[in-house]
């Protein structure tokens, strides 16, 4: 291995040291599993609900976000959305919707990666999981906000229903209808996810910086390195 | 990696598998959450009844004022539905001559909607496709329009002798036409026509399984629409029973594996299937078995006294599994098309019986159990109860008292009557509850009798074997009654409606035209309490017959199972024009219109056609909530659609009328319904601009 490389991805932990303190090293990789696993679920769950109550809709009308397709009444709601001229659902976030589970795999598999870099650079690899969840409501808001504020003014109730910014989490509304809007269980649990990426690092740097402090010969002996891992 | 062994790796996995999907579910309500499908704000939850002492005096004003009491108020309380709520029962009722059955919530006696089955009826755009509208053609009978029906029995399709909630079969009297609706979406899909008799009277009556569609004649007639006069009528008249085959995959009656039997010139009256003990029977009363032909207007009696002559009449005993053998063993002949078994093959295979009956009966009701047969008198003030293992004894014993001029044997009355019970004049129908009880209208007394049967059933009725317990008045001239499923395996004794025929005072008068009266009686208390909570007026045909079903035992679509439904075929439609497809194509004189419409518009929103094409107009209602119904008319074409949710439409018609139609949206659908139009252009021939007079028109006023 180069030099290089070495310094990148960090020292890999001596069979004795291994051995000798088998959970220091264990507790990272698993809390980055556990974190990976809980992303990869989060794809079967929703992440995000809308429900729309009125009076002709004794039922209301629900709408459901999953990272990677919308559905519930869709039709019903682009139905109504034509009267005040806001463009089909199905035109938001196509990008996103397209590439959501692309994206959470890569993330799975940067988060593997970030397990096995021993280095503080497996920070970076673990970023975009962390960072996932604000990612989703900056984007949900984004279009949100594009398709409220851009009404077709020649709708048929373009008099009466004025360009607005729907309301992303909590209680709104428009026309006669209610809005309740809230994170769903796959938005949880990619949260969790992030969480527990967090508290991983705590345990990944807690086990390999001592131990690349001790690779790094012109610095610190072998032994301390060893003595600090035993403190 | 070097830090855990494979196998540790391994489980390492499945634990944490497990652990997330644990995660997953860490809410209660995940699942619900999962589907979206959690409400806000439900309706309000009924809680216990406390009244204050303040609501007591204001209460108590009110009925004072409205002049209530007690048992009024309690009346009020059992029937009245808060608005949202929905009824216990659904009550499918004969529409009598406005050939249609209706439904009614029980026990509010709410209309809920109209069938139409043997009346073209704009509302449902049943007849009001075009210029060969389907459902029209089917109504024609020898190639006559006949665009009316009386409505008579209303039958729910049964397993195992229970409602299942799947089909509703419905007779025409005047016609002798059977409907088929389907409770998916309560839409009728098939009316078949007797090809042996004009009119009949006992249908519709399903055997236990619903392989059979019950379709007994009335009067004798020449089968297959043939010419006597009444000078023959012995030789050359007939009655008849048909069983029309049920293909409940299809959810048509298969009139290829149907077939009749012949029977004597009597007039069979009402009929019911033998179910458990009786199962493979079926009984139908008869009158005139003096075979009176009338003639008044030549001195001879009329037929109401020539037919009522004699003591005894014909309870008509069917063993129709032996009939469905012959008849897959080839033995029917065919009249008019139709195969018949003829009455010396009924009298050699032993699957025709006759028993005595006193005096022109009226309605035969088999018992809950199967086990005994309740004949009501009609002219004779008693109900008669035959058993079921008596005639089979009576049968394989021989034990005839006669044999009839056909040569029918006819078995000994001793011999088969389990008992009489003398309840009244004029009773007519029988139905049953759960408490050992049985129901009886009583038509000259107008009450409703409830009497205890007896065998086994009695044990639950604390009256003993066979007795009256009470008659409740109702208002007037009660015909049919109907109990909560009270005619199947296992009535629920809960409610009663009594068809009174005559209205007299009980409502507004109404012209010289009265509503029919159809009174609620709670039924839930055991000996003399039955007392009548509700009078509903009718004010559409003469109902005869209704039978009232669990509303929980229906599995009834809200909208079509998908956009596009062809509802005749209750299948997707390869026809029918999706988003995108619209337009109109033209191929010589024929011009092919592919229509959507959602709310609040059709596209296209103008067609233009030539005066004399034929136009071939394909609508989808492209719609999927609930209740977002469109209409679709053309004025002057005699067009109108009912549209409902995901549901295609064909329709075909000559535009033969020159001129701008406009065509539009007849329900109320959005408040942009005004704006759901457009225009048919009918070019007038000749390629004038405009119709001569107009441009004279026109040319003038400049």
């Known amino acids: 291995m180069s030099k290089l490389f070495t310094s990148l991805i960090g020292p890999r932990i001596p069979p004795e040291e291994l051995h000798a303190r088998r959970w220091r090293y264990l507790t990272p990789t698993v809390i980055f599993m556990a974190a990976r696993v809980l992303l990869l679920v989060s794809i079967f769950f929703p992440y995000w609900h809308m429900e729309l109550e009125a009076p002709q809709y004794p039922n209301g009308l629900f709408l459901t976000a999953y990272c990677n397709h919308l559905t519930g009444d869709v039709r019903e709601i682009d139905g109504l959305n034509h009267y005040i001229g806001m463009r089909p659902l199905g035109e938001a976030a196509a990008f996103e919707r397209a590439a959501a589970v692309w994206m959470i795999i890569a993330m799975f598999l940067l988060v593997e990666g970030a397990a096995a870099i021993h280095s503080k650079w497996a920070v970076l690899l673990a970023l975009p999981a962390v960072t996932f969840p604000i990612g989703f409501i900056v984007d949900l808001y984004y279009w949100m906000r594009t ?85 | ?409 006819v078995l000994d009355f001793d011999a088969v009557r389990e008992a009489q019970v003398e309840l009244g004049l004029g009773p007519l129908h029988t139905q049953f509850d759960d408490k050992g009880y049985a129901y009886t209208s009583l038509f000259l007394d107008s009450a409703v009798a409830r009497w205890s049967l007896g065998g086994e059933t009695a044990k639950k009725a604390p009256e003993g074997d066979w007795k009256l317990v009470q008659k409740t008045p109702v208002q007037y001239n009660i015909g049919h009654l109907c109990a909560a499923e009270g005619d199947t395996v296992s009535p629920d004794g809960n409610f009663l409606v009594s068809m009174s025929k005559w209205s007299v005072d009980r409502f507004l008068t109404t012209g010289p035209l009265l509503p029919q009266n159809f009174q609620l009686l709670d039924i839930v208390q055991s000996g003399t309490t039955m007392p009548v909570i509700y009078d509903s007026p009718i004010g559409v045909g003469e109902p005869h017959y209704c039978q009232m079903i669990r509303a929980d035992k229906l599995k009834t679509w809200k909208v079509y199972p998908e956009v596009g439904w062809d509802p005749h075929k209750q299948m997707l439609s390869p026809d029918a024009p999706k988003k995108g497809d619209e337009g109109v194509t033209r191929e010589g004189n024929k011009v092919l219109v592919k229509m959507t419409a959602v709310r609040s518009h059709f596209k296209p929103e103008h067609v233009e056609v030539n005066e004399g094409d034929v136009i071939t107009w394909r609508i989808t209602a492209m719609e999927t909530a609930q209740d977002a119904t469109h209409g679709f008319c053309i004025g002057g074409y005699n067009v109108n659609l009912s549209l409902e949710p995901g549901e295609y439409t064909e329709f075909t018609f000559t535009a033969d009328r020159a001129g701008t139609y406009p065509y539009y949206c007849t329900e109320f659908c959005s408040a942009l319904h005004l704006e759901m139009m457009g225009y048919l252009h009918v070019k007038p021939k000749g390629n004038a601009a405009v119709p001569a007079k107009d441009a004279d028109h026109v040319a003038a006023s400049k």
């Open chain 1, 147 to 231: 398709f409220g504020l851009n009404l077709d003014p020649g709708a048929p109730l373009s008099s009466s229903v004025k360009p607005f910014v729907p309301t992303v989490i909590g209680e709104g509304g428009i026309g006669q209808f209610k809005t309740y809007a809230e994170f769903g269980t796959g938005y949880w649990l990619a949260v969790a996810a992030a969480a527990l990426i967090v508290v991983g690092f705590f345990f990944h740097r807690r086990a390999y910086k001592p131990l690349f402090a001790n690779s790094q010969p012109d610095k610190t002996q072998r032994d301390t390195g060893r003595e600090g891992a035993t403190r």
């Open chain 2, 1 to 409: 990696m070097r830090m855990a062994s494979p196998t540790r790796y391994r489980t390492m996995w499945t634990l944490l598998l497990a652990a997330g999907a644990a995660l997953a579910c860490f809410s209660p309500d995940a699942i619900a959450q999962q589907e979206g499908r959690r409400r806000r704000s439900g309706t309000q939850e009924a809680k216990p009844v406390e009244i204050t002492p303040e609501q007591l005096a204001q209460l108590t004003k009110i009925a004072n004022d409205r002049k209530l009491n007690v048992d009024d108020l309690l009346a009020a309380a059992k029937t009245f539905m808060p608005s949202g709520r929905h009824d216990e029962y659904v009550l499918f009722s004969s529409g009598g001559q406005s050939g249609q059955v209706f439904a009614i919530g029980i026990p509010s006696m709410r209309l809920l909607r109209s069938i139409a089955v043997f009346t073209p009826e704009s509302w449902q755009g049943y007849g009001f496709a075009g210029d060969k509208d389907p459902i029209r053609e089917s109504l024609k009978i020898n190639g006559k329009p006949v665009e009316w029906g009386d409505t008579h029995h209303p039958a729910l399709s049964e397993t195992k002798g229970d409602y299942d909630g799947e089909f509703l079969f419905i007779g025409d009297k005047a016609n002798a036409r059977l409907g088929v609706i389907d409770l998916r979406d309560w839409d009728c899909k098939q009316v078949v026509k007797n090809p042996l008799t004009i009119s009949d009277h006992g249908a519709a009556f399903v055997t236990p399984n619903t392989d059979y569609v019950i379709e007994g004649g009335q009067y004798g007639t020449v089968l297959g629409y043939g010419y006597a006069l009444p000078e023959d009528y012995k030789k050359s008249y007939r009655g008849m029973v048909t069983m029309w085959k049920f293909d409940r995959a299809k959810g048509r009656i298969d009139e290829s594996q149907s077939f009749a039997l012949e029977l004597p010139p009597y007039w069979q009256d009402l009929a019911d299937a033998g179910k458990l003990a009786s199962d493979g029977w079926f009984f139908i009363n008869s009158f005139n078995t003096e075979m009176a032909t009338g003639g008044v207007e030549k001195g001879s009696p009329p037929f109401e006294a020539g037919a009522s002559k004699r003591d005894m009449d014909y309870l008509h005993i069917i063993d129709w599994k032996k009939a469905e053998a012959a008849f897959k063993a080839g033995k029917a002949e065919k009249v008019n098309g139709f195969p018949l078994l003829k009455l010396a093959t009924l009298v050699e295979e032993g699957i025709l019986h006759f028993a005595p009956e006193p005096k022109s009966p009226h309605g035969v009701d088999v018992t809950p159990d199967g086990k005994y047969m309740v004949v009501a008198g009609k002219l004779d003030p008693h109900v008669t109860v035959y058993s079921i293992e008596r005639i089979k004894k009576a049968i394989a014993e021989k034990k005839f008292s006669s044999k009839d001029e056909y040569g029918v044997p």
